[in-house]
């Protein structure tokens, strides 16, 4: 495909996570005479569109460098991410990373389920120069400095306090248990698979962690002082939790229900960080795509190709499930820091939380 | 008699591929006279030739499915008339009127080709039989047509990116517009003069087709002859969400 385009940094491979957002996109393209198309009338297109380039992103280091990426959206449906559409959906994302090698793109990032191809080392690396990452190491790094900064400003001692991860084995959870099982009195692992977590949980207690592991939520909810939610499920109900327990909802789609945020506690939306030179869309799509309650917020995963791209560094660094050393969380969160791509502040479906993350630096 | 489809032992299947086959005759003729249009527009001769050759093989095709219904005994309705065909081709018309050989290249060969590809492949994979066979082969040479058209617009985009892109832009919405009510789950501009009775998008279940999804796998096929052209997609985005629906 020859397109006429200018060289790209970098490329970002996602998808909508509510029909709302896509609703609202669709809409603001058309124009008043064109009239506004309902929900049902939406669905019956979006999921027929290929895969294809949205809008260009530019981006603004501290240190005064720019790059420029380009968002590529699969168009797989929001409420069908589960198993049943597995074939359909690992088609899509299979049609938008061949589009991102056409693009020439150096570094892709596969955000939300998309990470799946690369979690599930079904490789996209063949026959091209082009570099793919889950992402997931700076999303992990935002989850467990997030929870560092909740805990911190909620006068809570992490080294005395009961962590629950739900979702432990997937590849996220997997970092979130390896940074904190030497920083925490306790880990509570949930994951559906009883057979991974088991595994999980003896290589915790053969590291010298404590910790127990359950397949039921329930029984573990009540003693969690901490709850970091990092699973491929959602409507989750928080039935039994303590009510001052530190809750970060890093689920894309979000793990929680949504009244989650009226609870009484303190409860964030993890794995996001803010870029403090800013990023601009092109078409300016922000209204729609990234509705969040402070400038220039965007998920972890998307950060961490840019940062791959400000660092020239076309690598596939996050890939395969399991391999997040502590070692790769510290190093993509140094680099983040050294663009200006900070922890964002604390937020949630109500807006933001009342007070904010110490924005760290190097 | 043909026997071969097995959708035709009961009255509303009758009737839909009835209908099926009257608006692939009419598409077809509709194209051959585009095709025949286009050859005026263009000076090479060996283009003009080979836009006479298209002609006649949208010729051939609609005399495949007109032989293939009378043998069935269909009750076939053409229609060039009918509002939508009718409008298509005023659009083409317009067009050629202007010697303008790329816009009627695109709205031929690339809008109603794709809609014929993907529509008659979706009809052929639900009739299955004969009359599927039918629909299967027509859509592969279609196909052809589709490619063919690829590499010239292509080239056009090289020589000027910013006026093609202006210029197909104009194409779609004068042009899509008009399949876009066609093909939504009602008819946006009334009856389309061709279906017998009432609208057989309705009934498109007694053969195993629902509109929705005929409609959808066009315009995914639309989109992707727009990617292969190299229109961006942030552009082709932009022109087929503006579509009536």
């Given at each position: 495909m020859d397109r006429p385009a200018s060289r790209l940094d970098f490329a970002v491979i996602g998808h909508q996570d509510s029909w709302a957002n896509i609703h609202t996109f669709v809409n603001r393209i058309r124009t008043p005479e064109q009239g506004t198309l309902s929900v049902e009338k939406v669905k019956a297109i979006f999921p027929f569109i290929?895969?294809?380039?949205l809008f260009r992103v530019t981006v603004t280091s501290r240190t005064g460098d720019t790059i420029k990426g380009v968002y590529i959206d699969t168009f797989i449906e929001p409420d069908k991410l589960g198993v049943t559409n597995l074939r359909t959906n690992l088609r899509k994302v299979e049609d938008a990373i061949a589009f991102a090698k056409k693009l020439e793109a150096p570094i892709v990032a596969l955000g939300g389920f998309t990470s799946i191809f690369l979690e599930g080392e079904l490789s996209p690396y063949a026959s091209s120069n082009t570099r793919f990452t889950t992402g997931n190491t700076l999303t992990s790094a935002f989850i467990v400095k997030g929870v560092e900064q909740a805990a911190v400003e909620n006068q809570l001692d992490l080294r005395s306090a009961s962590v629950l991860i739900i979702g432990a084995t997937g590849d996220i959870g997997r970092a979130c248990v390896g940074y904190f099982q030497s920083r925490v009195n306790n880990l509570l692992l949930c994951a559906r698979n009883k057979r991974r977590l088991e595994r999980l949980a003896g290589e915790v207690k053969a590291g010298g962690g404590r910790c127990t592991s359950a397949i039921e939520l329930s029984t573990l909810l009540p003693r969690a002082d901490v709850i970091i939610c990092v699973a491929s499920?959602?409507?989750l109900a928080l039935a039994g939790?303590?009510?001052?327990a530190i809750i970060c909802?890093?689920?894309?789609?979000?793990?929680?229900?949504?009244?989650?945020?009226?609870?009484p506690g303190f409860l964030f939306h993890g794995g996001m960080g803010q870029v403090e030179g800013g990023y601009r869309f092109e078409p300016d799509y922000t209204d729609s795509f990234y509705q969040y309650p402070a400038p220039d917020i965007i998920h972890g995963c998307i950060l961490e190709a840019m940062v791959l791209a400000f660092e020239k560094?076309?690598?596939?660094?996050s890939s395969g499930r399991g391999n997040i050393t502590v070692e790769k969380v510290e190093e993509i969160y140094r680099l983040s820091l050294k663009h200006g791509i900070a922890l964002a502040p604390f937020f949630n479906d109500n807006g933001l939380c009342p007070t904010r993350p110490k924005v760290s630096s190097i | 008699m043909k026997t071969a489809t097995p959708s035709l032992t009961t009255s509303e299947t009758f009737s839909v591929v009835s209908d099926l086959f009257s608006q692939a005759i009419t598409g077809e003729l509709i194209g051959m006279s585009n095709f025949a249009s286009l050859a005026e527009t263009i000076d090479d001769y060996e283009e003009k030739m080979e836009a006479v050759e298209h002609a006649d093989s949208e010729r051939s095709h609609a005399e495949g499915f007109l032989h293939f219904a009378k043998e069935a005994g269909l009750q076939v309705n053409i229609n060039l008339e009918g509002e939508y065909w009718r409008s298509v081709r005023e659009q083409f018309l317009a067009y050629a009127g202007k010697r303008d050989f790329i816009a009627c290249l695109f709205i031929q060969e690339v809008i109603l080709e794709s809609f014929a590809v993907s529509m008659y492949t979706d009809v052929g994979d639900a009739l299955g039989g004969e009359a599927g066979k039918l629909f299967r082969s027509i859509a592969e040479e279609e196909k052809e047509h589709l490619d063919h058209s690829t590499e010239i617009l292509r080239e056009e985009l090289r020589k000027d990116a910013t006026a093609f892109v202006d210029k197909i832009e104009e194409v779609h919405f004068n042009c899509m517009t008009i399949l876009a009510q066609f093909s939504a789950t009602t008819d946006l501009r009334g009856h389309c003069g061709v279906c017998h009775g009432s609208c057989m998008k309705a009934d498109l279940h007694h053969v195993g087709l629902d509109s929705a999804t005929m409609r959808g796998n066009a315009l995914a096929l639309y989109a992707r002859a727009l990617d292969n052209i190299g229109i961006p997609g942030e552009k082709s985005m932009v022109w087929i969400a503006q579509l009536p629906a």
């Open positions: 290929p895969a294809r380039d499920s959602s409507n939790v303590k009510p001052e909802d890093a689920g894309y789609p979000k793990n929680l229900f949504r009244d989650a945020a009226d609870r560094r076309f690598e596939n660094y | -």
